[in-house]
């Protein structure tokens, strides 16, 4: 009786693994087929790490879509920013660009902690097949 607990128990354990995974390898390729980036997220500390640079989830992140955002200066008083979208179930990312984002109007996004109005109005610039490793 004992032996056939601690296989249920075991089993359990297993079944359940890959629903709670800590990391998750996600690869995207060009819908060409072509390699684009593998993002790891670290679904216990809300990151995804590509490279050696680190993005915290953006605000609405789930554990089926994960939100992240990156942002370089455009000169004194603009952002560039790019949105990335990862649909962890349906094995998809999408990539919207936004150029010129005023300073001011990125400082009040950011505050309210709601970047994700800064992409509201702008169309996915890129689609890219991914898929968990």
Do not use: Q
């Not at 679904?43 to 490279?51: A, D, F, N, Q, R």
């Not at 990335?84 to 950011?110: C, N, P, Q």
């Amino acid at each position: 009786m004992k032996k056939i607990i601690l296989l249920i128990y075991f089993l359990s354990i297993f079944s359940y693994s890959n629903a709670f995974a800590e990391k998750i390898i996600f690869p995207c390729t060009y819908i060409s087929g072509k390699h684009y980036e593998t993002f790891t997220l670290d679904m216990e500390k809300k990151l995804v790490i590509t490279g050696d640079k680190y993005f915290p989830f953006v605000k609405g992140s789930t554990d089926e879509i994960v939100y992240f955002t990156s942002f370089i200066e455009n000169g004194p008083f603009h952002y560039d920013g790019m949105l990335f979208t990862l649909f962890l179930k349906d094995e998809g990312a999408w990539l919207t660009v936004r150029e010129k984002i005023g300073k001011v109007e990125f400082l009040r996004a950011s505050g309210k902690k709601n970047i994700l109005e800064l992409f509201k109005d702008y169309e996915t610039s890129f689609a890219f097949i991914c898929g968990e490793e």
